[in-house]
């Protein structure tokens, strides 16, 4: 793997938890849909770890509520949405996040003047 | 596609998950692939890289929901019980005979000598302690490095865990915490074995402000060259 996949991997490791309780916060969503929610946001989880062991620990952490319903002609899926708890993870997540990402910019940008193509 | 979910499926059984709970993850799964392969995506774009290792990825979900069973079954913790009371058992009898044997000898005028101890050394030439890691009870919830904002409803006090990381007994580990700008706490810990740990439970002051930082310190033991990890901090901001 070269190493930009390997950090871009690492990187959004980090965050794929928050990611999957954004997109299922826009509404109850099963596993495959909520793949299909981050690719269109232009986040393939191809080369990445599975979502469904992250979806796991987030259930078993009480961050997630789930029920089975019919999905659209299909077989019944589990759906998942984010409990109260995880809703509250989600917003601190957030803030740690862009914390984070603002102090690296801090750094990184400065970086960024210095390097010619 | 189905040849992965009997995979996992195969995986599930030997891990001796429940099979109503298999059976719903390998349904979600087989229906996830159905309707990846009818929108043309590949399995790798639903699975990520566990596409290419079916067994891990079957045993990194059902780890991940807690519902991996214990290996070990009632019979053999009747097995095991049975063990450890032969066992009480044959010391019991050695110490008896020991004790008869001594009753016997004791007109015995020659001068006693007191067995000596054996130093309280194993193995291993690494020495030294580790602050392991903290967290806010009740909730219990894990203070990571880096971490600012805790979660926790209404925090009533502070775990910190520390052991003994080296290949030595030490015989005497200080902890030191401080919490907040005025707080401090000492612990010692007495004759912690290779690969023990301790924690302690300090009850948050009730002066804190809702941000504090908490330090973590063990003094260096006698002969412990790495101090690396005998100091932790955190920075600790109360959540709703």
């Given at each position: 793997m070269a190493v930009e996949e390997r950090r871009r991997s690492q990187l959004l490791r980090g965050v794929l938890d928050l990611c999957l309780l954004a997109v299922m916060d826009e509404g109850p969503a099963y596993g495959y849909e909520m793949t299909k929610r981050l690719r269109a946001r232009?986040?393939?989880?191809?080369?990445?770890?599975?979502i469904y062991p992250l979806l796991g620990r987030l259930e078993s952490a009480g961050l997630v509520d789930t029920y089975r319903a019919e999905s659209d002609g299909g077989p019944p899926r589990k759906y998942y949405t984010p409990s109260p708890r995880g809703r509250r993870a989600l917003a601190a997540g957030v803030a740690e996040w862009r914390a984070t990402r603002d102090s690296v910019d801090a750094v990184l940008g400065l970086v960024e003047a210095e390097v010619y193509p | 596609m189905s040849q992965f979910v009997e995979e996992c499926r195969r995986e599930w059984k030997r891990l001796r998950v429940p099979r109503a709970l298999a059976d719903e993850m390998a349904e979600d799964l087989a229906a996830d692939l159905r309707e990846a392969e009818a929108d043309g995506a590949s399995e790798e774009e639903v699975l990520g890289s566990g596409a290419s290792d079916p067994r891990a990825f079957a045993a990194a979900w059902a780890n991940e929901r807690g519902i991996v069973r214990p290996r070990r079954s009632g019979r053999f913790r009747t097995r095991g019980l049975v063990i450890m009371g032969a066992l009480v058992l044959c010391v019991f009898l050695v110490v008896a005979a020991g004790l008869i044997a001594s009753l016997a000898s004791s007109g015995s005028t020659a001068p006693r000598t007191a067995t000596a101890v054996a130093p309280a050394v194993v193995p291993g030439g690494i020495v030294g302690t580790s602050i392991f890691g903290a967290g806010v009870l009740p909730s219990n919830v894990a203070l990571a490095?880096?971490?600012?904002t805790v979660l926790a409803r209404r925090p009533q006090a502070i775990a910190i865990t520390f052991g003994n990381t080296?290949?030595?007994?030490?015989?005497l580990a200080h902890l030191t915490v401080q919490i907040g700008l005025n707080h401090t706490y000492q612990f010692t810990a007495r004759?912690?074995?290779?690969n023990s740990h301790k924690t302690v439970r300090i009850t948050l002051p009730a002066?804190?402000?809702?941000r504090f930082k908490v330090l973590a310190v063990t003094r260096p033991v006698?002969?412990?060259?790495?101090?690396?990890?005998?100091e932790r901090i955190w920075r600790v901001t109360i959540g709703r």
């Open positions: 232009g986040l393939p989880i191809v080369g990445e770890g599975s | 490095s880096g971490r600012r080296g290949g030595q007994i030490v015989e004759r912690l074995v290779p002066d804190l402000p809702s006698p002969g412990e060259t790495n101090t690396h990890n005998n």
